[in-house]
């Protein structure tokens, strides 16, 4: 929370409470102000100097910017804590592929069929990369807009656009502006020529500074332009300082509240480091502390699918159980004389189940119920999964559409519920108690599906 309500109501007029705000006092519309459930403009009375000062200070500490369009839209930035523990990280890092317009046809296909087909379906989600980063390296403004258009065409990601030659980025940037490019790099040196041709067709703005001193005149002089949406590079020449640097950065945003570095960063692994090893060992570093977009010169399926699901892990939300959606989720390809078990939704719980269920090749559905992300014998004592409310979700899901039959399988260590369940489902459905530990799904399910077929 950047501002909590007791500042918030000492810059409110206090007029003994008018309540046209639909708040009963002052206080009231302050505290939820401060939570973000109301907006400024509800009380008529604030002049504009402090509807603005209200405004900056709730404003997040770390801007959100966005690359790219449509559903590849990447956000990052809006962070609210230095530490996953403290609450959670918000907006995962942007893993992004570079590809220079020096690199020959094969090898550029190669990697936009890498960004557009590298997707691991992995515990409910599709991890996958985000951003291209297209550098221009060959001199040759025509090749490198080419190669811009060729991309553009060719894929629906978000670009980075890299040039230190200021024709060829803005070319570059008008050709995919629809896309909402993050045009690099703003410096010191380009920043007056560079202004008037990014305000004049607005996309995310990449600055880069020798050190992090210099980017602050840099951010100060675009917000004054109005230009908000920009990524910090503190130009820094090996990993130990690019760790050093982000770290500053995070910190100063968020514990001392310092607007001109309230942004998210970029990091370069493909430059500051030597071979493929180290450059995913870099990013996997930079998935730590703090980089918001991380650019590797090229990955494998070996080398990115390691690097997403330590993303994950670092991005998931320490105060939620990974969780799978509740629904019937199918095995193979089941039919109506198909086995049916049911399961609680934590996520680890769901693999081990459908992965057993898989290795016995017995085509099957299970049915996944809602329990906050706990493992069944949890929820059952917490009481998320009761016979009572696991019945009422098999009569919902849609399960008895689906079979013929009318046996269901529960876990072992649940047995308890059988009883309950059986009353829940009216009779209808015979409860089988299958085995306790997933382990046992192999020597248990093939002679059970036989039997239903029988
Ligand atoms: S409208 Fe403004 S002055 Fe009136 S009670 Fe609400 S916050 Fe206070």
Same mark, same amino acid.
């Given at each position: 929370m950047p501002i909590a309500g007791s500042g918030i109501v000492k810059m409110l007029p206090g007029r003994k409470p008018c309540k046209d705000c639909g708040f009963p006092t002052c206080f009231a519309f302050a505290m939820k102000l401060a939570s973000g459930g109301v907006t400024v403009d509800k009380c008529p009375y604030l002049s504009e100097e402090v509807k603005d000062k209200l405004l900056d200070a709730l404003a997040p500490p770390i801007k959100l910017v966005t690359v790219g /369009? *449509?559903?590849n839209a990447v956000k990052i930035g809006n962070e609210e804590v230095v530490y996953r523990h403290e609450k959670t990280f918000v907006h995962s890092p942007a893993i992004t592929l570079r590809i220079s317009d020096k690199e020959d046809n094969a090898r550029v296909e190669e990697k936009i069929k890498k960004i557009k087909e590298l997707q691991f379906p992995w515990v409910g989600v599709n991890l996958k990369a985000d951003l291209l980063a297209l550098h221009?390296?060959? %001199?040759?403004k025509d090749r490198f807009l080419a190669l811009t258009k060729k991309v553009n065409d060719a894929t629906d990601v978000g670009v980075v656009l890299i040039s230190e030659d200021m024709d060829a980025l803005f070319a570059a940037r008008d050709i995919c502006a629809d896309r909402h490019p993050l045009i690099y790099p703003i410096t010191k040196e380009n920043i007056e020529e560079a202004l008037p041709r990014i305000k004049a067709n607005l996309t995310p703005v990449g600055l880069r500074g020798k050190n992090i001193e210099e980017l602050i005149p840099l951010t100060t002089r675009l917000k004054d332009a109005g230009i908000e949406e920009l990524v910090l590079d503190p *130009? /820094? $020449?090996n990993v130990l300082e690019g760790i050093r640097d982000q770290t500053f950065i995070r910190r100063a945003a968020l $514990?001392? %509240?310092?607007?001109?570095?309230g942004y998210p960063t970029i990091a370069f692994p493909c430059f500051l480091a030597k071979d493929g090893l180290k450059e995913m060992i870099a990013g996997s570093a930079f998935i730590n502390k703090w980089a918001s977009i991380i650019v590797f010169s090229d990955f494998d399926q070996y080398s990115l699918l390691p690097l997403l699901v330590h993303r994950l892990n670092i991005y998931t939300d320490p105060r939620f159980p990974m969780a799978v959606e509740e629904k019937y989720y199918e095995v193979g390809e089941p039919d109506e004389s198909s086995p049916v078990l049911v399961t609680s939704n934590w996520a680890l719980t769901y693999f081990l189940v459908s992965s057993a269920v898989e290795a016995t090749k017995v085509p099957a559905y299970i049915c996944v119920k809602e329990a906050e992300g706990l493992g069944v014998l949890t929820a059952w004592a917490a009481g998320k999964f009761s016979g009572d409310s696991v019945g009422t979700f098999v009569k919902k899901c849609g399960i008895e559409d689906k079979v013929k039959h009318r046996k269901i399988i529960i876990p072992g260590k649940v047995a308890r519920i059988k009883g309950e369940l059986e009353d829940a489902l009216d009779l209808k459905w015979e409860v089988i108690i299958g085995p306790r530990e997933t382990t046992g799904i192999g020597a248990f399910l093939p002679g059970f599906a036989k039997q239903l077929k029988g």
């Open positions: /369009s *449509g559903e221009f390296e060959s %001199g040759n *130009g /820094s $020449k $514990k001392q %509240g310092f607007r001109p570095l």
